[in-house]
């Protein structure tokens, strides 16, 4: 009914769609394999919580809300230059500088 707070359930990570695209799709070189600070094979690690990108059998989204990942982008590494329409980004880090 509107007005009323809709119930909100925590899903674990485990039950998450886990994306790693390829560098060269967000304007990134090759992978690194000598920086001991990666904490994983790929530059970008990401959990889906709704249908976006490979992932189409998930909700399609959450009121107004499209796309919610979590995502782990290793050191010295991020998004290069890709483009977006009609939408804002928040980014937050939670580890790291």
Do not use: C
């Amino acid at each position: 009914r509107r007005g009323e707070m809709a119930a909100v359930r925590r899903v674990a990570t485990s039950n998450l769609f886990v994306s790693e695209p390829r560098p060269d799709w967000f304007g990134n070189d090759a992978n690194r394999v000598d920086d001991p600070a990666w904490s994983n094979a790929n530059w970008l690690k990401s959990h889906f919580h709704f249908a976006f990108a490979e992932y189409a059998t998930g909700p399609q989204q959450f009121g107004v809300l499209r796309v919610m990942n979590d995502d782990l982008v290793q050191p010295k590494r991020g998004f290069g230059t890709h483009p977006h329409r009609d939408m804002e980004i928040v980014t937050y880090v939670v580890d790291g500088e």
